[in-house]
Structure formats: C-alpha cells, structure tokens
C-alpha cells in the first residue's frame, strides 16, 4: 500500500522523485522519503506525515546533484509513523545500501533474530529494515550486489515490492516483486519504477509490467529483468493511455471533487467501442472466454473488497436478470478460507479498481487452482489482476487519486451491466429486442450522469447542514440496497461517523430501534414505474421511521410527487431504466459524504488511516 518510485538517468533525480511521489501520495501519507546517490556518496532525507514534510526537510537541508535515486511513501504496518520509521533504511554497518520496501515481510521476526545474534544495530521498528541489514551483510561477504539481492529476496516470505541502491554500484537499481506491484517505466536515456505508471507518467508512457518472483536490474541505458532463480524473462511493452494532467486536480479544490465530476466521462469511456447505436453490446477482450466457455457457465462468483464490492452486488441484478445465471457475490478475504464450492464451470468475476488487491489476487489464484476461468474488471493496464485472468474488462475510468472511490465505481457498475448483456447475447436467454433496449439506454447515461453532477447543490448543503450529525443511517432495496450501504461506506471513509445501510425490507427486524428523534436517514427511493411494485413498501418504510422522529433524506427520480409528503429533503435525480439507477442514486451520496466531510474540516483526498491501494491481506 505504500508508494514507491525509482529513477536512474540525466535529469535531476530528486525533481523526479518528489514528482513521482507527489502522484503516488495517495498510496501511502505517514511518513516520505528519497535516498540518492552522489559523488560524495549515498545521501538520504525521511520525515513522518505528508509529503510536503519531506520537501521542507530537503529544502532545509538540501541535496547533491544526483542522477539515480528511490523514493517512497508509507502506509504503515510494521511500526508507528515516525521519521525513524519513515523509509528508506540503511543497511550494514557502514550505512552505504539504502532499501525501500512496499509489503509485508512475513518471516522477519526469524531473519531480525539471525541478524541481532552477530549484532546488527536497528534503527526502526519496521520489518523492511531487516531485508537493508540481510543484502548488506551478504554484499560485505561476496561484493556481489546482484547475487547478494537475490539470495535475500529469495528468502523472504510475504508481499513486497523491494528496491535497492547502493554507493559502490552507482549506476544501479535493484527491484524485487512478489505479490506487490511494480512497473518499469521505459524512457531515452534513463529508466524509471514504480507502484504504478502515475510515479513516471509525466516522464513517458512506454511501460512494462513486472511479473511475479522476477528481479529488475535497472540502468539508464538498460533494463534487464531475471527470474529469482536467474533465468532470462522476456516481458511485453504497453503504452499508458492517460497523461499527467489526468492525475492533476486541475483547478479542483481536491482530487475527490474532479473525479466526481470526472463521472459523465467515466461512464462514456468504459462503454465506448462496446455498444453500438443499436444497443448491441460486443466485448472484444473477452476472447479468453469462448462462446463455449459461457454457455457451460452454470455459476458465477463475484469476489472483491469494499466498493468494489457494492459495484458486484449492483451487477449482481442485471447480470441474473439477463443471463440467467446465478450470481453470489463474496468479499475476497473471507472467500478462499471457506473452502467454496467451485468447478470448471464456475465463472469467478474479479473486481479491482488497482487489479492489484492482495486479497482479491489471492482469492482468484485460489480459484484458478480449482479450475475456474477468471474475468477481470479493473482500471489499470498491466495491473497483476488483469494479467493472470482469462479475460478483462477494462473501465478506462482514468487515474482515480481520491482514496475514497467514485469515478471507478460507477465504471465497475457499468462494466458489470455489459459483462451480464453480453453473457445473455452468447447464451440467447433474453430477447435480442430487450437486450438492445437496454444497451440503448446505457448510452444514455453519461447525458443522465452529467445532469445529477450539475445539480449537487443540495446535497452539499445538506452534508454542512448535517456536519454535527453523530450518526446517519441509508436504506434501501433492491440495486438500492448496496447503494445505502456504499453511501454509508463513503460517510465512515472521510467524515468518521457512524454511518449503516441497510435493507430497507430488513428495517422492521431489528434495525428500527436504532431510530430516535432526529436521526437522519437517507432513503434510496425506487422508481414509480418499478415493475416490481417496490416503491409502495418503501413509501411504507418511510412512514415508519417518520413515525418516530427521524429526519428523512429521499434520493428519488424525477416525477415521483409521493416521497415530498413524507420527506423533509428529495433530491431528484433523471428518470432511466430502474436497474440503472444505482449509477444516478450513488452521486448525490458522494457529494454529501464529501461535504460533510469538508464542513467538519477534514481531507477527503487522504482519509485517516486509509491507502488507496490495500496490496496486503
């Protein structure tokens, strides 16, 4: 979860490594620092807290001329936030190798006793430390720095991205990758890595994605990448297909208001090129999967982790409705320790906004080895998930810098409706008419979407309205259900209030005690014209918690006169088919969770205790 960045070429190594960290900060705000190597040696500054810390700590104490260096910004695992925990750390006696480190190290407890046994000094409480100290001391056995790396990393156990510099080989990075993201960016003359392509993007666009258990050996002039037991690895190169100025706020008062209204686009991009005027929906990167393939299909799993969830249990209607095929959707960590029941014919449906989710990766693996096929949806090319999956659906929803996920939900939905119309197309269990009904009326979302941001005003006063509220509860049925609890999801992340959503069928078996005078509910009302007559019960739900003194806060569409007389606020959003709503119903909630979180004078970018990225079970 942490954010790493490497950089070896002509250009003013700390220029490039601030800059890369600053677009990463979203991975990891407890501590930053950057260690680089000049001609008087290996230099390095760290400091606890955000990263402008690290820039005052440089400005103050400023740096060589350098033209290779790494920098990180952490996320806290293995010890406090503090600047002697902050990376890099140093390694050996002499202080010359300097080590970032993304991950957790499973096994450190056993190597820090090895190491304190011929007594290694610490400086920290981390367990990255303790690969500084272990490369170190084999460098000082064999003064070979490739060999002494990969021995190490081959001892290791856990998650880590590791990089490595060291003064007597000035010209030279050292990575190691297993079960934590790394990328190699490709440039002239110089080469960049990090967490993701938003460290170099601004540098170039040429990447290569580095596999599992492989090692970077990285030059400004060359990049050469071995497996950890020393064989060759040939890699393909991608092109990023977004630039710098996408992971700018560009004139924003914070990365999570863009995004919001980057929503319109996000939509119109993830359904570009796969449904046609007619409304026919064609996926063309679902060739890992052949026709064959989905007809057997007697089951799909969805596995993914908080949003992403909700976006699977939204999918989860339209995809059953459609296709026919069962859906259950399962949180990835509790999945694979289960013991699940899973065939050849089971469909495991991963969702991942990074694709590089250690429990989401860890759960399709294990359903991999029981002969699943895997569909990834996911937001970032190269990304582990989409790499060790059958077949992705990309949501082309850009960069998304906010921790708290908006724009890459409202893709995940959508990229889910055209996964379920898709399927039902290749196994003819819905009219082809009706199909293209409702592609038709996918590509009038991005028009409807762009409507509801145009008029947030409301629920933004209503979020410093209710700044001082304890505790706000969401309700809702059907695709409404795991919107309440999503609104309730974005209200814990950035204003750290209690905040629930529940079932609105649930409310009268149990949660209606916890309605009292004033309580605040936001109520995700379904359509008038629902044919499944849902509006009635939930108009019936109203009324009992109006009974008994709550304020209620109805999301409705337009033309639906009834919730007025029982609401103190309606916020309406456009009419569209009733399955599609949760992609209209979700964006007022951000705006208030948002506004909320603002009137009570909180960052909404960076969340206390939250990483974008959570690359660790």
């Not at 960590?333 to 250690?358: C, D, W």
Request: net charge negative; hydrophobic share 40%; aromatic share 6%.
């Amino acid at each position: 979860m942490c954010g790493i960045v490497g950089y070896v070429g002509p250009k003013s190594t700390v220029d490039v490594l601030l800059g890369g960290l600053r677009r990463l900060e979203y991975r990891g705000y407890d501590s930053a620092g950057v260690s680089v190597i000049t001609e008087s040696g290996l230099e390095t500054r760290k400091k606890a807290g955000k990263l402008d810390n690290l820039v005052a700590e440089i400005d103050s104490h400023l740096l060589a001329e350098s033209h290779i260096g790494i920098g990180h910004t952490r996320w806290a695992t293995h010890g406090a936030p503090t600047d002697g925990n902050a990376h890099p750390h140093l390694g050996g006696s002499r202080s010359k190798l300097s080590l970032i480190h993304n991950g957790i190290i499973e096994n450190f407890s056993e190597l820090k006793a090895e190491l304190l046994a011929v007594g290694t000094q610490f400086a920290s409480d981390t367990d990255s430390e303790v690969a500084a100290h272990l490369i170190a001391r084999e460098y000082d056995e064999h003064g070979d720095l490739l060999k002494s790396f990969r021995n190490v990393v081959n001892r290791l156990h856990g998650a880590f991205t590791i990089l490595v510099i060291h003064e007597d080989q000035p010209d030279m990075v050292l990575a190691a990758r297993r079960n934590a993201p790394l990328v190699i960016g490709l440039g002239h003359g110089e080469n960049f890595l990090g967490s993701d392509v938003a460290a170099f993007v601004e540098h170039t666009k040429r990447a290569i994605s580095v596999g599992q258990d492989e090692i970077v050996i990285l030059r400004a002039d060359s990049v050469e990448i071995i497996g950890f037991d020393g064989s060759t690895v040939t890699s393909e190169e991608f092109t990023v297909d977004w630039d710098a100025t996408a992971a700018s706020k560009g004139g924003w008062p914070s990365f999570m208001a863009k995004e919001i209204a980057d929503q319109p686009q996000a939509v119109a991009d993830t359904l570009m090129g796969r449904v046609d005027s007619e409304g026919r929906v064609s996926i063309p990167e679902m060739h890992g999967l052949s026709a064959e393939d989905i007809k057997n299909i007697d089951r799909i799993i969805i596995v993914a982790c908080g949003t992403a969830s909700y976006a699977g249990d939204i999918a989860k209607y339209g995809i059953e409705k459609w296709s026919r095929i069962p859906v259950q959707v399962e949180l990835s960590h509790e999945f694979r320790y289960r013991n699940p029941i899973v065939t050849k014919n089971t469909l495991i449906v991963a969702i991942s906004q990074s694709g590089e989710t250690m429990d989401t990766l860890m759960a399709t693996r294990y359903a991999r080895d029981l002969g699943a096929k895997v569909l990834a949806i996911c937001n970032t090319q190269g990304a582990t998930l989409a790499r060790e999956s059958d077949a992705t659906i990309y949501t082309h929803a850009g960069p998304e810098v906010a921790v708290a996920s908006t724009k890459a939900f409202v893709a995940q939905i959508t990229a889910g409706y055209l996964l379920g119309l898709y399927l039902a197309e290749v196994r003819q269990s819905t009219p082809i008419g009706e199909l293209q009904r409702m592609g038709r009326e996918l590509l009038r979302l991005p028009a409807l979407v762009s409507d509801v941001i145009d008029s947030l005003i409301q629920p933004k006063e209503l979020g410093m309205e209710l700044s001082d509220a304890k505790s706000v509860l969401f309700l809702g049925r059907n695709v409404g259900f795991p919107v309440a609890m999503e609104g309730a999801l974005k209200l814990k992340e950035l204003a750290y209030i209690h905040a629930e959503g529940f079932a609105a069928g649930e409310l009268k078996h149990g949660p209606i005690a916890l309605i009292e005078e004033g309580q605040p509910v936001i109520v995700i009302v379904p359509s008038m014209r629902d044919d499944e007559s849902l509006h009635p019960k939930v108009i019936s739900n109203i009324q009992e918690i109006r009974a008994r003194g709550a304020k209620v806060i109805a999301i409705a569409e337009e033309g639906d006169t009834e919730v007025s007389q029982w609401s103190e606020h309606v916020i309406f959003v456009p009419q569209t088919e009733p399955l599609f709503a949760s992609i209209l119903t979700v964006i007022p909630l951000q705006a208030f969770a948002m506004a909320l979180a603002e009137a009570k004078g909180l960052d909404v970018d960076q969340p206390r205790n939250l990483a974008k990225s959570v690359t660790v079970e």
